[in-house]
């Protein structure tokens, strides 16, 4: 039998020692969503026993099956389990605001007009997020493309993104690649199904049957609110509620979605959408604060710090309304074979995606001659083979950049 819930004090209390503990983890987990799910572990389940190794393998399990943003989820998860909804916020917003400040500040300096690097450091970000980018891509690829028909799913992805530029082609090659998955898996296990592990949620079947419901109708109302007024703070909400609910795979899929909305607008330049996602490497936290960079930095009449707000609570929301939206009807989901039969197609189809974005805008915005190769080819060799950090060979290759210019 579950113990009883929390009285509002103390709610209120472990809700500000949940942030209190996710705002350090913000400030020390460096390395991608993977390392930080490591740290996670290492934090509540090895050192502080909030939940055992079976209760978060489950947890996530289930953020890796949702499109988002898979480390953030978990914390709220793990946030909304021990505070409730308040320690959910809490440990989003500890989690994420020491990057997103940061991430703010540099976006903040392109709309005051001062340029954001020198132009030779500027190059070598941009050299550096090919390494990045290609280190995301292979990975992804020998997890989630294995077999002829998934690696040929990846390339139809990669191929409808590049002759379809946008949103609307990449959107629709998530969607012909659901299809596919039921066609070829839907009668059979995409994978085997995890064991099963019962374990209170705090969340009852009612209220995340709303929250699901608010996910899809902000999805669709939102396009249509924009269209009908086009203000600029709507717009922005539009595009990055659409990126951070489209985004299968991992933080680094959220690239090619956020260069259709907003440098094909016009809205930031692609050397600085380029520039400002090498920057995000290098800072601890969520990749997704890359979303703060692009709000203070965008030109539609809605940047700076409100736009910086916007854009960061658009891009989370649907993360949030996921994780706790699904976590009572999680143990009936990960048991449906068509479920994980379209997953498994969408997967591979999101490899394609960035893909994509790796020959489209990476490369050809940033290797225009032998010595660019040879450093990104040299960062991409300290970053897969030699375990290097990203916070670590980022920063060198913007040293090197310079050099490179002469």
């Known amino acids: 039998m579950p113990p009883p819930p929390a009285s509002p004090e103390t709610r209120h209390a472990s809700a500000w020692a949940v942030f209190a503990i996710f705002l350090r983890l913000g400030l020390t987990s460096f390395g991608g969503p993977v390392a930080h799910l490591g740290y996670f572990r290492q ?57 997103a400040l ?13 340029a954001l690097v020198p132009a030779g450091v500027l190059h070598g970000l941009k050299v550096a997020a090919v390494a990045v980018v ?7 690829a020998r997890g989630l493309c294995r077999g002829p028909a998934r690696l040929l799913l990846m390339a139809l992805a990669c191929a409808l993104a590049l ?69 600029p703070a709507l717009l922005l909400a539009d595009a990055f509620y659409r990126a951070g609910a489209l985004v299968f795979g991992g933080g680094h899929v959220v ?8 440098v094909a607008t016009g809205w930031v330049a692609a050397d600085d959408f380029l520039a400002g996602y090498g920057l995000a490497q290098a800072v601890p936290g969520p990749l997704f604060s890359f979303a703060a960079f692009l709000g203070a ?27 706790a939206g699904a976590l009572p009807f999680w143990e009936r989901l990960r048991h449906d074979v068509r479920a994980r039969a379209a997953l498994s197609g969408v997967n591979a189809a999101v490899v394609g995606l960035l893909l994509a974005a790796l020959y489209r805008p990476v490369w050809t915005s940033a290797i225009h001659a032998p010595a660019d190769l040879a450093l990104a080819l040299a960062a991409l060799a300290a970053l897969a083979w030699g375990r290097a950090p990203p916070w670590l060979v980022v920063p060198l290759c913007g040293a090197a950049g310079p050099w490179l210019l002469r």
Request: overall charge positive; glycine content about 12%.
């Open 297 to 323: 930095a965008a030109r539609n009449g809605a940047g700076g710090w409100p736009g910086a707000l916007v854009c960061l609570a658009a891009i989370f929301l649907p993360a949030f309304l996921l994780v």
């Open 102 to 114: 940061a991430m703010a500040l540099l976006g903040l300096g392109l709309v005051a007009g001062q």
């Open 43 to 99: 934090e509540f389940v090895a050192r502080r026993r909030w939940l055992d190794e079976r209760a978060y393998a489950d947890l996530v399990a289930l953020c890796q099956f949702l499109p988002g943003p898979a480390s953030s989820q978990v914390g709220m998860a793990l946030g909304l389990r021990r505070a409730g909804w308040g320690g959910a916020l809490a440990a989003w917003l500890g989690f994420t605001l020491p990057s």
């Open 134 to 140: 290609a280190q995301a891509v292979w990975g992804m």
């Open 163 to 231: 002759l379809w530029p946008g949103v609307a082609g990449q959107v629709g090659a998530m969607l012909l690649a659901a299809l596919a998955g039921l066609a070829l898996w839907g009668r059979g296990a995409a994978a085997p199904a995890p064991p099963v592990h019962d374990e209170p949620v705090g969340v009852r079947a009612r209220t995340g049957a709303l929250l699901l419901a608010a996910f899809t109708a902000l999805l669709v109302l939102l396009p249509v609110a924009a269209r009908a007024w086009p203000q």
């Open 255 to 262: 690239l090619p979605l956020l260069q259709a909305e907003v």
